[in-house]
């Protein structure tokens, strides 16, 4: 969706190392999501941010949402092969996450 | 199980034929919602409810998609007279409620592929 862009499209990166994707809206969000998409399956849920300059972690990754409400990072440190798949930002644009709005996702490939 | 379950999980059919997929949404789950994923396209929202009525069908694309949910679980997503471009992975999922606070959770999908 134009409403939601996320960069870069595609990670390679080698085990051990950090990175960083990107999730922008065009704008204001109620609430962004992240999940993780392997091959063939589903979307797992990752982390929820509602509120501006929120940040939350979970072992090896951290979410963030700035203070506006437009731009969220998801930051993997020491990644490792398990991390790799598509990572794909949702935006509540509602109220009322009645529905998501996706990012095209990010395609992360960690090499050993 | 304990998660979202869809079936098929793969359906090859021919152009102009119907389909039917169905979604089991987590138990206890009063909103369940559909979502279409194609590689042009993204994924894509199509249709949510909130127990059996659907306050938000804006996504659906044409007249030839419609869904329904029956006891406030099973719901099934049909597309009559398929054609190529419906050819995508169709992703359902629940939550406990449809506010703010509720994370949706993804079923396995099912790749509908229209010859």
């Known amino acids: 969706s134009q409403e939601l862009e996320q960069s870069p499209q595609s990670l390679i990166v080698q085990e051990g190392k950090n990175l960083t994707i990107n999730c922008t809206s065009s704008?204001?969000?109620?609430?962004l999501y992240w999940y993780k998409q392997k091959y063939g399956e589903g979307l797992i849920f990752l982390m929820m941010?509602?509120?501006?300059?929120e940040e939350k972690s979970h072992e090896k990754i951290t979410a963030k949402l700035d203070e506006k409400k437009q731009q969220s990072s998801l930051h993997i440190t020491a990644s490792q092969p398990s991390h790799a798949g598509i990572y794909l930002c949702g935006a509540d644009f509602t109220g009322t996450a009645s529905k998501l709005t996706f990012g095209t996702g990010t395609r992360l490939q960690v090499t050993l | 199980g304990a998660g979202v379950s869809q079936s098929p999980s793969n359906k090859v059919t021919e152009k102009g034929k119907d389909v039917e997929l169905r979604c089991d949404p987590i138990?206890?789950?009063?909103?369940l919602y559909w979502y279409r994923q194609s590689l042009g396209q993204g994924l894509e929202f199509l249709i949510y409810f909130q127990g059996n009525s659907a306050p938000d069908k804006s996504g659906l694309p044409s007249d030839r998609f419609s869904a329904e949910r029956t006891g406030g679980s099973v719901s099934t997503l049909t597309i009559q007279r398929t054609q190529q471009e419906d050819s995508a992975v169709y992703l359902c999922?629940?939550?406990?409620?449809?506010?703010?606070?509720?994370?949706?959770?993804f079923g396995p999908g099912t790749r509908l592929t229209v010859l």
């Open positions: 138990s206890g789950h009063t909103a």
């Open positions: 999922a629940s939550s406990f409620k449809g506010s703010r606070r509720s994370e949706q959770f």
């Open positions: 941010l509602q509120k501006g300059g």
């Open positions: 704008k204001t969000l109620y609430g």
